[in-house]
């Protein structure tokens, strides 16, 4: 059993900066990729970013560059600061937790936070 809570989001200008953390707690950690997924009302939940326990890191093509992910074993937190934000990035982000990244890149399983939104203002 993994709980996930996310905390940060809000409104900013396109071009602003954003950080979104996500703890975690459980018995094995160790043993889980997390994430972030993202989900606009009407849209397809859409893999934004994941760590390996060891800090392999995995992102989708749009935000390269401008995103980044960290992990902080110490603190069972997981990270996602998001520079140069566009108004394509507002959406819901959820924080996930998966033993298999294929599954958690589909968003299928696993174990998810409550959501934070991310809103981008043009």
């Known amino acids: 059993q993994v709980q996930l809570v996310e905390s940060g989001g809000g409104l900013v200008q396109a071009g602003g900066s954003l950080r979104l953390s996500c703890a975690a707690s459980g018995r094995t950690l160790s043993s889980y990729y997390i994430g972030w997924l993202r989900q606009v009302q009407g849209k397809e939940r859409e893999f934004v970013a994941a760590?390996?326990?060891?800090?392999?890191?995995y992102y989708v093509d749009s935000v390269k560059g401008r995103f980044t992910i960290s992990r902080d074993n110490t603190k069972n937190t997981v990270a996602l600061q998001m520079n140069m934000l566009k108004p394509e990035d507002t959406a819901v982000y959820y924080c996930?937790?998966?033993?298999?990244?294929?599954?958690?890149?589909?968003?299928?399983?696993?174990?998810w936070g409550q959501g934070t939104q991310v809103t981008v203002s043009s």
């Open positions: 760590v390996s326990w060891s800090g392999s890191t």
């Open positions: 996930a937790a998966d033993v298999n990244l294929s599954r958690l890149r589909i968003g299928v399983q696993g174990y």
